[in-house]
C-alpha cells in the first residue's frame, strides 16, 4: 500500500507537469486536435530521450527502474526548477524515507530555538513539523495571525487552519498565494514521507471538506523553502506588507520556522508595535 501512494503521487505529479506546457514553448505546434492542455506523453518521451512505453509505465505509475540521469532527463523536458526534480526523485527512487510515528507526536522546542523565536519581537514566527502541525510561535504571530493558544492542539494545523479560518481569508490579500506557499512545502514533506499513510488520510479530508484545496493541490505546485511577499488588511492595524522566510532547523523532526519580517520602506513594525504594545496594556 505504502508503494501504491508514492506511485500515485508521481503519476499525478508528471500530469501536472506536462499539462502545464505548451507544446509552442518547446517547439510543437499547437495543432486542433490535442483532447487535453499540454503536452502528450509521446512528446514528453521524445524531449527526454526515452521511449514513449517507458515514459507512460512511469506516468501511470507502474513500478519500474528509473535512474537518477534518466529522471534528470524527465526533468528536463518538463521544464522542472530544483524543488521540482528533487520531488521527482523523491517519489520515483524510493530511499526508504521513515515514515511517521507516534513517538514523534510530543516535539519539543529545544532552549536555543524558544529563545531565537521569543528574540524575534516584532516578526511574526510560526514553528511547524512535517505534517504543517504548529508547534510553536511568538506574540507577534498571535497578535497578526490568530491566539493559537485558544486553538486546541490538535487543531493547530496550517493547512487546515488556512482553509478553515475566515481570519486567515480576511487578513491575506492575496489568500489563494498565501495558501499556495504553504501547499508547496507541504507537498516537500509529503515527497518524502509519502510511505506514511497520515498524508493520504489527511489530504483525503481536506478534499473532501475543502474544493478549494483539492484544485489547488492538483495544480502540483513544490517549493521546499518559498520565499512570498505578502500584504495583510489587519483589522486594526490596517495594511501590513511582510516577507515570508521558509528555514528549516537541522534534527530529526523536521521543524520549519516561517519568519514573517516588516517589508523595508513600509510603516509594517511600527504598526505592529503599536498593536501589541495597546493589546498589552488593555
Known amino acids: 500500500m505504502n508503494a501504491t501512494a508514492r506511485l500515485q503521487a508521481l503519476s499525478a505529479f508528471l500530469k501536472s507537469q506536462r499539462a502545464k506546457i505548451s507544446p509552442e514553448s518547446v517547439g510543437f505546434p499547437a495543432g486542433t486536435r490535442r483532447r487535453t492542455p499540454g503536452l502528450r506523453?509521446?512528446?514528453v518521451a521524445q524531449l527526454?530521450?526515452?521511449s514513449t512505453t517507458w515514459y507512460t509505465w512511469?506516468?501511470?505509475?507502474?513500478?519500474?527502474?528509473a535512474s537518477p540521469s534518466v529522471l534528470d532527463c524527465?526533468?528536463?523536458a518538463l521544464k522542472m526548477n530544483a524543488d521540482e526534480r528533487k520531488y521527482l526523485y523523491s517519489l520515483a527512487i524510493e530511499d526508504g524515507s521513515t515514515a511517521y510515528t507516534p513517538e514523534n507526536d510530543a516535539l519539543q522546542i529545544s532552549p536555543s530555538l524558544q529563545k531565537i523565536i521569543t528574540g524575534l519581537r516584532h516578526c511574526p514566527v510560526i514553528v511547524s513539523d512535517r505534517m504543517c502541525n504548529i508547534v510553536g510561535w511568538n506574540q507577534a504571530a498571535c497578535h497578526v495571525f490568530l491566539d493559537f493558544d485558544r486553538i486546541p492542539p490538535e487543531e493547530r494545523n496550517m493547512i487546515r487552519l488556512l482553509f478553515s479560518r475566515r481570519?486567515?481569508?480576511r487578513l491575506a490579500v492575496n489568500w489563494q498565494q498565501f495558501a499556495s506557499g504553504f501547499l508547496s512545502m507541504f507537498r516537500s514533506y509529503y515527497g518524502r514521507y509519502v510511505s506514511d499513510e497520515w498524508y493520504e488520510r489527511f489530504l483525503r479530508e481536506m478534499s473532501e471538506t475543502h474544493p478549494e484545496f483539492r484544485s489547488m493541490w492538483e495544480h502540483g505546485q513544490v517549493s521546499y523553502a518559498p520565499e512570498v511577499h505578502l500584504e495583510f488588511r489587519h483589522a486594526k492595524a490596517g495594511k501590513m506588507v511582510y516577507e515570508l522566510t521558509s528555514l528549516s532547523v537541522s534534527g530529526q523532526d523536521d521543524l520549519r520556522l516561517s519568519i514573517y519580517t516588516p517589508a523595508p520602506d513600509t510603516p509594517t513594525e511600527s504598526k505592529l508595535r503599536r498593536l501589541m504594545d495597546e493589546e498589552n496594556f488593555s
Do not use: H, K, S, Y
Request: no cysteine.
Open 167 to 169: 481570519e486567515f481569508r
Open 48 to 50: 527526454a530521450g526515452v
Open 41 to 43: 506523453r509521446e512528446e
Open 58 to 65: 512511469l506516468e501511470q505509475g507502474r513500478d519500474i527502474q
Open 74 to 76: 524527465v526533468a528536463g
